[in-house]
C-alpha cells in the first residue's frame, strides 16, 4: 500500500492542525496510508510516529497550535541527521513527504529531497516572510488576535491620555507591525525594513495631544526595537506617560480564522495531489488566489519576502 508522511515543523502557527487534517483526509480519499511524525524533525530522527486515521484529526481543525506538535531541531541542520532521517523514512517505505513549517523547515525539507526523499513543503509562519507565496499559514489568525488587543488597549490609552508602545513577533519582519498598525488604527509602525527617527515621532506625537487626541499606539516589531526602550525613550523626551504591552507567543496561539481554515485545506490538499502525481522538492504558496508550486529551492534562494512596497505606501497614505 502507498504511504506518505506528514510533519510540522519550527516555530508553530495556527491552522497546523487543520493543514494536517486535509493531508489525512486527502490521503485517506486516495486509498494511500498516511502516517505522522511528532515533534517536528526530530521525530524523524527518533522515529516518533503514528499511522493517522480520520478519529486522529476529528476535532482539531478549530485547534491553534499542533497535535503532532513541534520542534527546531539541530541535528537536521548536519548531514548525519539529515541522512538518518531519510533512512528512516525509506526503511517504513514513505514514499513522499509533507513539511509544514517555516523557512527553516524548508531548508530541512530541502536536504531531504537531496537524500533522495520527495518533500512538499506548505508554508506555516505567523510572520508571513516566505517568499512565492501571498499569505503563510496562520499570519491572519496572528493579525486578529493583535488587533483584538490593540482594540482592548485603545479603551483604556484613551481614558488616560496615553501611549502604548506594542511590541510584536517578527525577529525581521515588520508585516505584522505594518499590517496591524492600518486594521487597528495605529499612530506608527516601526519595522526591521526601515529606519525612523525617535525624535520625529515624539514631534509628532507632542502634536496630536495639542490636537486633541487622547491616545496614541505605536506598533513596534520584535525586530526593530524594544518596545520598553522605545517607550522610555519617549517619556525622557517630551515627558508622556507611556505603557508599553508585549504580545510575545500571545500571537501564535488560538483558533484560527477562517482565511488560515480555509487555506490549510488548500495547501494540505495540493500538497498530496502534488506527491501521488509524483512531484517533490516544491513548496505550495497562494499567488492571486489560486496554488501555486515553486521549487523550495528557489524560495530558499530567494530568502525573506520583504514588505510589499504598495502596503508601506498605504500605511503612508492613511497616516501610519
Ligand atoms: O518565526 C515565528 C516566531 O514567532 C517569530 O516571530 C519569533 O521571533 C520567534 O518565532 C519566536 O521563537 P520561539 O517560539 O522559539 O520563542
Known amino acids: 500500500r502507498r504511504r506518505i508522511a506528514v510533519l510540522t515543523s519550527g516555530g508553530d ?7 494536517v ?40 481543525l478549530q485547534r491553534g497550535g499542533t497535535f503532532l506538535q513541534s520542534a527546531r531541531c539541530k541535528q537536521m541542520m548536519e548531514e548525519a541527521g539529515q541522512r538518518l532521517a531519510a533512512d528512516n523514512l525509506k526503511g517504513l517505505g514513505v514514499e513522499g513527504l509533507v ?11 530541502h536536504a531531504l529531497q537531496r537524500q533522495g ?7 506555516a509562519s505567523i510572520d508571513n516572510d516566505i517568499p512565492f507565496t501571498d499569505m503563510s499559514l496562520g499570519a491572519d489568525t496572528a ?14 490609552a484613551s481614558s488616560h491620555d496615553r501611549t ?33 527617527d525617535i525624535d520625529d515621532i515624539c514631534k509628532n506625537l ?26 522610555d525613550q519617549i517619556k525622557d523626551k517630551i515627558g508622556f506617560e507611556t505603557r508599553v504591552m508585549i504580545l510575545g507567543h500571545y500571537q501564535r496561539g488560538g483558533s484560527p480564522t477562517s482565511f488560515d481554515r480555509t487555506l490549510a485545506a488548500r495547501f494540505g490538499v495540493a500538497a498530496v495531489e502534488a506527491l501521488l502525481a509524483g512531484d517533490g522538492g516544491k513548496m505550495v504558496g497562494l499567488s492571486y488566489s489560486s496554488i501555486q508550486l515553486t521549487d523550495i529551492e528557489e524560495v530558499l534562494a530567494k530568502g525573506r519576502r520583504g514588505i510589499d512596497p504598495v502596503i508601506v505606501k498605504l500605511a503612508a497614505t492613511l497616516g501610519v
Open 117 to 123: 526523499i520527495r518533500v512538499i513543503g506548505i508554508p
Open 206 to 231: 507632542r502634536r496630536r495631544y495639542q490636537e486633541g487626541r487622547s491616545n496614541s499606539i505605536i506598533m513596534v516589531a520584535e525586530g526593530a526595537g524594544k518596545a520598553q526602550q522605545i517607550a
Open 21 to 60: 487534517r486535509a493531508v489525512v483526509r486527502a490521503c485517506l480519499a486516495a486509498g494511500v496510508e498516511i502516517v505522522g511524525f511528532q515533534k517536528g524533525y526530530t521525530g524523524l530522527i527518533d522515529r516518533l510516529y503514528e499511522t493517522l486515521t480520520t478519529r486522529s484529526v476529528s476535532n482539531v
Open 143 to 156: 493579525l486578529n488576535n493583535i488587533i483584538h488587543a490593540v482594540d482592548c488597549l485603545k479603551d483604556t
Open 164 to 196: 502604548f508602545v506594542v511590541e510584536t513577533m517578527g525577529r525581521n519582519c515588520g508585516y505584522l507591525a505594518v499590517m496591524s498598525a492600518i486594521a487597528s488604527g495605529a499612530e506608527y509602525a516601526l519595522i526591521p525594513e526601515a529606519p525612523y
Open 99 to 109: 513539511v509544514i513549517g517555516g523557512d527553516g523547515s524548508l531548508r530541512g525539507a
Open 13 to 19: 502557527s495556527p491552522g497546523m492542525n487543520a493543514t
